[in-house]
C-alpha cells in the first residue's frame, strides 16, 4: 500500500491564527500566600484524585527509600563510633549512642511500616525531622565525652557533614518545606552545641575573634560557627528550590500523561499513536493517501425504540451495542473512526498499514452479524424490542488527515469508499437485509485471503440511491 502526504486546505500553516485566542490569566492570579502554601506543601489540590493518589504513592514510596537510607547512616555512625579510638582514661565510661542508635533504627523501621501501609502524616515527618537532627547532634555532643575533651572541640568534629546528609536525604519527599524545616532543625541543633560549648565552666578563656588563633586551637569563634550554620541554611534554602522546580516539573509531566491518557480514550488507539508518534505538529488539513475498506453500521429503527426509553436507557443501549461491536471490529484489525449515534464509521487499512483490509472488513461484518443475531434472540426471549442492524461496506483510495480549526480538531477519512460505503448501509433498509458490499470489494477480500464455504446472493446493476450508475451487489444475511 502506498501513502503521499498531502496538505489538504493548500492554506500556510498558522494562517489568521491568534486573532480570537484568549489571553491567560482571566480568572486572577493566586495571592502570595496561596503561592508559597503550593510552593511548601508540594501537594497540589488542582490535579484529579486520581493523580493525586498517583502522587501520594509516590511519596510513601519515597519515605520508604528515607527509612533504608536513615538505616545506612545509623549502620556508618555506629561503625565510625565502634572503631574510633577512647581516651584510656574514659574507655568504661558508659556511653548513650548506642542506645540512641538502636531507638533511631527502630524509628526508620516503623517508618519504613508506616510508609508500606500509607500511614506517614505531617506530624509524623516533623517528628522524624527533628530526630534525625537529634541523632547526628546527639553523636557530635559525645565525641567530646569519648577523646576527654573540652565541649568546644566537638565544633571542630567532621560529623556536621552528616546534617547535609539529612538534609539532602529530604530532597527525596518532593516537599521543599520539609528541607526547609530541617535545615532550620540543624541549625537550631548546632546553636544549642554551640550555646553547651560556650557554657560550660572555663570556656570563656575559650572565646577568641582570632581566625588564626580558632583553626589551631580549641577556641570557639562564633563568627566562623556563624558561618557553618549560614551555609547550612543556604545548602537548605537551594536544595528547596531545586526541590521544588523539580516537582513543578514532576507535575507537569504527570498532568500532560494524565490528559494525555484520557484524551486517547477519545481517540483510536492507532490514531493517538499516529499523533504521538508523528513528531511533527498536528494543523488543520495535513493528511496522507490510503487505499482502505470503510464500514458503516447502523441499528435500524433506533430513533422509534430510542423514543420510547429514558436518557439512561438509550445510553445503556448503546454502551451494550458499542460492547458487543467495537471488539469485534478491533479484533479484525479495524479502527473506529466515528460515532454519530447508532452509527459506527469503522475502517480497515486507514490508521496503520493492512494489506489485508477488505478480506478483514469482511470477517468482522459476519462476526456483527452472528453476535447481534444472538442479541435479537436475547431481547425477543426477554420480551424487549428486537433490534436489527444494516451494514455497508466499501474499499477504494481514501484521503486520512486532520480537519477543524485550531481550538478543535479531528482526524477523520475521507473519501467515496466511505461515501459508498453509508449508501450502501443506507440501501439495507430497502432490501430488508443485514449487510451489503459492493462486489469488487467482496472479490478483493477473496484474494486477500477471504473464504466462505457456500456463495453469497449477489445482486447484479443494481441502483443505489446516492451512487451514480448500476452496482453490483454481495448480500449479508
Not at 494525555?260 to 477519545?266: E, G, L, T, V
Not at 459506527?344 to 443475531?373: K, M, P, Q
Not at 455497508?392 to 479531528?410: K, M, N, R
Request: aromatic share 10%; net charge neutral; glycine share 8%.
Amino acid at each position: 500500500m502506498t501513502e503521499a502526504e498531502f496538505d489538504m486546505s493548500g492554506a500556510a500553516p498558522n494562517e489568521g491564527e491568534g486573532d480570537l485566542v484568549p489571553e491567560s490569566g482571566m480568572l486572577g492570579p493566586k495571592s502570595w500566600r496561596a503561592r508559597a502554601n503550593d510552593w511548601l506543601r508540594g501537594r497540589p489540590d488542582t490535579l484529579p484524585d486520581e493523580m493525586m493518589n498517583q502522587i501520594e504513592e509516590q511519596r510513601q514510596k519515597s519515605e520508604h527509600l528515607i527509612g533504608w537510607v536513615q538505616i545506612a547512616i545509623i549502620v556508618v555512625i555506629a561503625v565510625v563510633y565502634n572503631l574510633a579510638p577512647r581516651a584510656a582514661a574514659h574507655a568504661g565510661v558508659p556511653s548513650f549512642v548506642p542506645f540512641m542508635l538502636i531507638t533511631y533504627a527502630m524509628l526508620a523501621v516503623l517508618r519504613m511500616a508506616l510508609a508500606g501501609r500509607h500511614k506517614i502524616g505531617t506530624m509524623f515527618e516533623v517528628f522524624s525531622i527533628i530526630a534525625d537532627v537529634a541523632l547526628v547532634t546527639g553523636y557530635i555532643w559525645t565525641t567530646h565525652l569519648q577523646y576527654a575533651q573540652p565541649a568546644a572541640a566537638y565544633l571542630k568534629s567532621p560529623a556536621i557533614l552528616f546534617l547535609y546528609a539529612i538534609i539532602a536525604l529530604r530532597t527525596l519527599t518532593y516537599a521543599p518545606w520539609q528541607v526547609l524545616f530541617t535545615g532550620m532543625a540543624a541549625v537550631s541543633g548546632w546553636t544549642g552545641l554551640l550555646l553547651y560549648a560556650a557554657s560550660r565552666a572555663g570556656a570563656e578563656r575559650l572565646l577568641t575573634w582570632d581566625y588564626a588563633v580558632y583553626s589551631n586551637s580549641l577556641a570557639i569563634h562564633f563568627g566562623a560557627e556563624l558561618q557553618k550554620m549560614l551555609a547550612i541554611m543556604i545548602v537548605a534554602i537551594v536544595l528547596a528550590i531545586g526541590v521544588a522546580r523539580g516537582r513543578a516539573i514532576l507535575f507537569r509531566s504527570l498532568t500532560e500523561q494524565y490528559v494525555n491518557a484520557r484524551m486517547s480514550q477519545f481517540l483510536e488507539p492507532g490514531f493517538a499513536e499516529n499523533i504521538m508518534g508523528s513528531g511533527v505538529l498536528m494543523e488543520p488539513g495535513k493528511g496522507r493517501n490510503a487505499h482502505c475498506a470503510a464500514m458503516f453500521i447502523d441499528l435500524k429503527g433506533f430513533t422509534t425504540i430510542a423514543a420510547t426509553l429514558t436518557p439512561q436507557e438509550v445510553l445503556d443501549l448503546l454502551a451494550r451495542y458499542h460492547r458487543l461491536v467495537v471488539p469485534i471490529i478491533r479484533n479484525n484489525r479495524g479502527s473506529i473512526s466515528s460515532y454519530a449515534g447508532d452509527g459506527i464509521l469503522a475502517t480497515f487499512g486507514a490508521v496503520t498499514d493492512n494489506h489485508t483490509y477488505a478480506a478483514d472488513s469482511i470477517r468482522a461484518a459476519e462476526e456483527v452479524i452472528e453476535v447481534f443475531r444472538r442479541w435479537y434472540e436475547e431481547r425477543v426471549a426477554r420480551k424487549q424490542t428486537p433490534l436489527q442492524l444494516g451494514i455497508g461496506i466499501d474499499s477504494g483510495p481514501v484521503s486520512i488527515g486532520i480537519v477543524g480549526e485550531g481550538s478543535h480538531l479531528q482526524y477523520t477519512v475521507i473519501g467515496t469508499a466511505v461515501n459508498y460505503a453509508s449508501k450502501l448501509q443506507a440501501h439495507t433498509r430497502k432490501d430488508n437485509v443485514n449487510g451489503l458490499t459492493s462486489l469488487s470489494t467482496y472479490n478483493l477480500a477473496r484474494m486477500q485471503g477471504y473464504q466462505r464455504a457456500s456463495p453469497r446472493e449477489i445482486q447484479h446493476k443494481q441502483r443505489v440511491r446516492g451512487i451514480d450508475g448500476a452496482i453490483d451487489l454481495v448480500v449479508f444475511q
